[in-house]
């Protein structure tokens, strides 16, 4: 029984979620639109370009192999994992020893080398700009994020979201110096990760300073429909660890009615709260030149790694 | 003849034997190249087999030990087969036996001069190879040890017509050398002057503190010299590029390996009595040994070249297990030192999968395209497909990526940082989490690195343009490369049986093991010590994202449609696409040259102005080099110009030198 309404709850979680996902995205949008004076296109944007991509005739480069068609899928299967896994609503689900914080971070590394391996694949000189661009951020985000969680995972002994999660929001309220560190060196990293200013604009189709935008200019139609929402959903999936980490407050236990509906009122309660402070933030700030970037990666790492270190020295 | 007689150690004694007969009728076989390639190449690939078998069995059963009829007349060698050797063996037959297969294919066109000469050389490297991993005392695993190193030296320079390979020839052996004596002083330390050089003498003898360091020391940097630990690492980026492809994935795969199989056997089971001080020092070099691997690794275009800087790197995160492993049972927490070392040594295993894959895959590409300089290749996915995948497989393996092989043995590396709160001293407490971030972000960089291999080699246009079609792998290479590709997919879907099998070993070598707990949690989850600390399920992970593939592939086709129709690249609109103007390798390494500029010794040479036919030209250079090497071989043509002065070519001088040193002799030495 108890198994039974485990995988419901999980099927339940990824489910609403894959669903809400371009909900989020629409909301940071109107939010940005909002406080930049414009009337702004309405909450539910995306799920009409997404349908509108649906529609369409997919257009596939001559040259294009295998690789290239099948990533989208790729794209938002890896995803639409990293939804499951992360506890959202409820913990002990049944999927989620399936990966720990290393293995979610793996994860999105596989889903950034197949989008940047099928940017290259046409051979075009704005694919593999892209290409080249997106890993030279990811290679610096990774490590800045797996600290981060490493540092989450020292307080509670466990590199697994649900122990972590548990620990963290079953304990009376202490501040961590650490945790500070960490949380500012997440914010960075789910801002580069997520092609959001001042990394990466995503309104942008300006050739010379687009990153996530090149590597998937050759994609079209339903393949594109595809990566977008992939997109959103990793937006969410950021998002939502990062809630996770550091205001895991007001999650249900898998099981549990009452406490899902409670759950599920406080998470879009955050989740709201984090798209406005998203789209404040794009708002107030100025995308940087690409050669800025590293530095402001490189910042990311270095506060993620401090954290974990004032972890060891003053929290033991 | 009784068969419970015939243990591991007499199996392993006859298949390397086995091994040197099949390169003594190689040899005999000179003018029958084909009976070389359909049938040398195949039987050794079959002994292959049934040595990987052999080792699997030396891991589940007790150690096994026999004095062999061969050797100096008080000198007999002896042989030892444990559950370390078994590991390692398991290691050498698995990989070669792809390596063989493929090899039966690849010398068919017997580019590399006479077929008979290359398969006496390589199947001797083989057979010596085994028997480094089963020698039981200093002077057969000397023996062994150096016939690996002068047979992989002439399959070094197999193609010797090229003065680079001579010249790369020349460092490796130089290095090795160097190293051989390292570890041949070791051994003159540990030995403590019994007079006995089997390895349960050097067990036995007790040496103080200090000697025990000095034999650490010793053994450390001549296995490290072996293995290409920094800053001993020169030779491997020239030799393992020089040899015929099969054998630089022998070299890198299994070669490397050995060094690894000497230290821990030194270490752990020799010299004993592990300090965490040591374990520090082998720590420190492999953080330094992979982030540096990596970096100039990306700054490479000639494929081979750049995988053997690859190799360097995953040497560094071997060490980087194997040093948590001896900090940790220096401290006195074995069951932390045993996840450590499991990690260390399924990486071993690992990366001699998958490097071994890439270098074959190398060999394909070289050898349907005539390539190795990357920045000429492109578009080849539409010419080898099954190449290609067989690549995509071991690039995704190498870059840590789940579901495959790779990620399983950096997540241990990682779970096994993650004990450091168990360790008393709060610098090296710190120290750990610090090398956890090194390798976290070699590992990013390997990820970028192969998509630059795969993007450039694989995807986008054609660069070259080539006298004819390039033509797919022929059957038996691609066996070779489907049972290493496969091979990838099963440690990185089922780790747990392995891990279980490793687990003996660390039992054998350090007495601990993994919880009960972590080794009951079933074949689906791997667990390094309980659940609640963490847990991965790389089935249930491949099987999600296949299930949602298929899912979106039929329900986008139910709810819309799948039409579909093929144009020219959009591109923003721009017209005109040729190949010159995709990224190169050099192209898309850019950024980390900028962005870690002073590890690398840049020289650029920028044309004038006003030059009509402008170049610019740019290397990219080890600093090893400048402030190592080249001081040290300074020195060394400075003192030979010395000593050349008592050559005098005059047979009366020298017959004066002999009666000096007598003298000398009779009156110190009595």
Redesign the interface.
């Known amino acids: 029984m108890k198994q039974a309404s485990g995988i419901v709850f999980q099927v339940l979680q990824s489910v609403l979620v894959v669903l809400i996902a371009p909900l989020v995205l629409g909301w940071v949008n109107q939010c940005r639109a909002w406080l930049q004076n414009r009337s702004g296109p309405g909450i539910w944007q995306p799920y009409k370009v997404l349908n509108k991509l ?2 369409k ?7 294009a ?1 295998p ?1 290239f068609r ?1 990533t989208p ?2 794209l ?3 995803m ?2 990293a939804v ?1 896994i992360v506890p959202v609503l409820a913990t002990s689900l049944p ?1 989620a ?4 914080v ?2 979610l971070v ?2 999105f ?2 889903a ?2 197949f989008a ?2 099928a ?11 892209g ?3 997106e ?2 951020i ?3 985000a ?2 800045a994020m ?2 981060t969680l ?1 540092t989450a ?2 307080i509670s ?4 979201l649900v ?1 972590i999660v548990e620990t963290l929001a079953h304990r009376e309220f202490v501040i961590y110096p650490s945790m500070a560190f960490a949380a500012v060196a997440f914010l960075m990293v789910l801002l580069a990760e997520n092609a959001r200013i001042p990394i990466d604009n995503p309104a942008t ?1 300006l ?1 010379l300073t687009m990153i996530h935008e090149a590597m998937i ?2 994609y079209s139609a ?1 393949h594109l429909a ?1 990566i977008e929402w992939a997109a959103s959903l990793k937006l969410t999936a950021y998002i939502t660890i990062g809630i996770a980490i550091f205001v895991p407050w007001g999650i249900a236990q898998a099981g549990d009615w009452v406490a899902l509906l409670v759950a599920l009122g406080v998470l879009v309660a955050k989740l709201a709260l984090a798209g406005a402070g998203l789209a404040l933030l794009e708002t107030v700030s100025a995308k940087m030149r690409i ?1 800025r970037a ?1 530095e402001f990666l490189g910042t990311a ?1 270095l506060l993620a ?1 401090l954290g ?2 004032i972890h ?2 003053l929290e ?1 | 003849m009784d068969l419970s007689l015939f243990r591991p150690v007499e199996a392993a004694v006859t298949l390397s034997v086995i091994w040197l007969g099949l390169g003594a009728v190689g040899l005999a076989l000179t003018r029958a190249p084909r009976v070389i390639t359909d049938w040398a190449f195949p039987a050794g690939a079959a002994v292959a087999l049934a040595l990987a078998f052999t080792g699997l069995w030396a891991m589940n059963a007790a150690p096994s030990t026999a004095v062999l009829p061969a050797g100096l007349p008080d000198l007999p060698f002896h042989v030892r087969v444990d559950a370390l050797s078994g590991f390692f063996l398991l290691l050498l037959g698995g990989v070669s036996f792809g390596i063989s297969l493929f090899s039966a294919g690849y010398f068919r066109g017997a580019e590399a001069g006479a077929p008979g000469l290359l398969c006496l050389q390589y199947h001797v490297f083989l057979a010596s190879m085994g028997f480094v991993l089963i020698a039981d005392d200093a002077y057969l695993f000397m023996v062994a040890w150096e016939s690996m190193a002068l047979s992989s030296y002439f399959l070094v320079t197999a193609e010797h017509h090229d003065e680079r390979n001579r010249k790369a020839g020349f460092i490796y052996l130089l290095v090795a050398h160097l190293g051989a004596i390292s570890i041949l002083l070791s051994f003159g330390v540990l030995h403590g002057g019994l007079g006995d050089y089997t390895f349960d003498a050097l067990r036995r003898a007790e040496l103080s503190a200090f000697w025990a360091t000095i034999a650490f020391v010793l053994a450390f940097l001549g296995f490290g010299a072996k293995a290409g630990m920094l800053p001993l690492h020169v030779w491997l980026p020239e030799a393992h590029p020089a040899a015929p492809s099969p054998v630089s994935a022998l070299m890198s795969g299994v070669m490397l390996k050995t060094a690894i199989y000497g230290m821990v056997r030194v270490i752990y089971d020799l010299i004993g009595g592990i300090r965490w001080e040591w374990g520090l020092t082998v720590l420190l070099f492999g953080a330094a040994t992979s982030l540096f691997g990596v970096l100039f690794a990306l700054m490479q275009h000639d494929l081979k070249r750049l995988l053997a800087y690859h190799s360097v790197e995953n040497i560094g995160i071997i060490l980087i297990g194997i040093g948590l492993s001896m900090v940790f049972l220096g401290s006195g927490h074995p069951v932390a030192a045993a996840l450590a070392l499991i990690a260390g040594l399924y990486h071993t295993l690992n990366h001699a999968v998958f490097k071994g894959l890439l270098f074959l895959g190398a060999g394909a590409i070289l050898r349907a395209t005539g390539l190795r300089n990357l920045n000429e290749m ?2 080849l ?2 010419y080898l497909p099954h190449t290609a995948l067989y690549f ?1 497989i071991g690039a ?1 393996a190498i ?4 579901p495959l092989n790779g ?1 399983v043995s950096e ?1 241990l590396t ?2 096994a940082s ?1 004990q ?2 168990l360790l008393e001293s ?1 610098v090296v ?2 120290l750990v ?2 090398v ?2 090194v390798l ?2 070699s ?3 390997t ?2 690195c ?3 291999v ?3 080699a694989f ?3 054609h660069r070259h343009e080539l006298p004819e079609k390039p033509r797919e792998a022929s059957r038996w290479e691609r066996a070779g490369m489907l049972w290493l590709a496969a091979a990838c997919l099963a440690l990185g879907l089922l780790p747990v049986f392995m891990i279980a099998q490793l687990n003996n070993v660390s039992q054998a070598l350090i007495k601990a093991g993994l919880p009960d707990e972590a080794m009951a949690s079933g074949w689906l ?1 791997l667990v390094p010590t309980s ?7 790389p089935i ?2 491949l099987l ?6 298929a899912l ?2 039929f329900v ?1 086709r139910q ?3 799948g ?10 609109g ?1 017209p005109a ?1 040729t ?1 010159r ?3 190169t390798a050099d ?2 390494g ?3 040259r ?2 870690f500029a002073p590890v690398y010794l840049i020289r650029r040479e920028i044309p004038r102005p006003e030059d009509p036919h402008p170049v610019f030209k740019q290397e990219v250079e080890d600093r090893h080099w400048a402030w190592m090497y080249s001081p040290i071989a300074r020195l060394a043509e400075w003192l030979s110009g010395h000593v050349g002065r008592l050559q005098q070519g005059r047979i009366s001088v020298y017959l004066l030198y002999s009666f000096l040193t007598l003298i000398a002799l009779l009156m110190f030495v009595r």
């Not at chain 1, 005739?57 to 040259?63: E, F, K, P, Q, S």
């Not at chain 2, 870059?399 to 789940?402: G, Y």
């Not at chain 2, 659940?531 to 399920?537: M, P």
């Open positions: 649906f529609h005739d997919a257009v596939l480069a001559h040259n192999s690789l099948s899928y790729i938002f299967g890896c639409w994992l499951g999927f020893p399936a990966a720990d290393i293995a793996g994860l590394a596989l950034r080398v940047s391996l940017g290259m694949d046409i051979g075009t000189s704005f694919g593999t700009l290409a080249r661009r890993m030279m990811g290679f610096l990774e490590p797996l600290m490493f995972s020292l002994q466990s590199t697994s122990t189709h050739e200019l050759e339903r595809l050669f590293p790492f790694t974990m270190l060891f020295l033991q | 492109g578009g996915i539409r995509l995704l870059s840590a990526l789940p990620f997540w990682f779970q993650l450091a709160p709060s407490r710190s989490p610090i956890a971030a976290a972000l590992g990013a960089l990820g970028m192969f998509v630059k795969y993007g450039v995807l986008g246009q989850w659940s609640a600390q963490a847990s991965y399920s249930v992970f999600v994202i296949a299930a949602v593939f979106t592939y986008v709810i819309y449609h039409r579909l129709r093929r144009a020219d690249p959009w591109d923003c721009f696409q190949s103007m995709e990224d192209g898309f850019q950024p980390i900028q962005i």
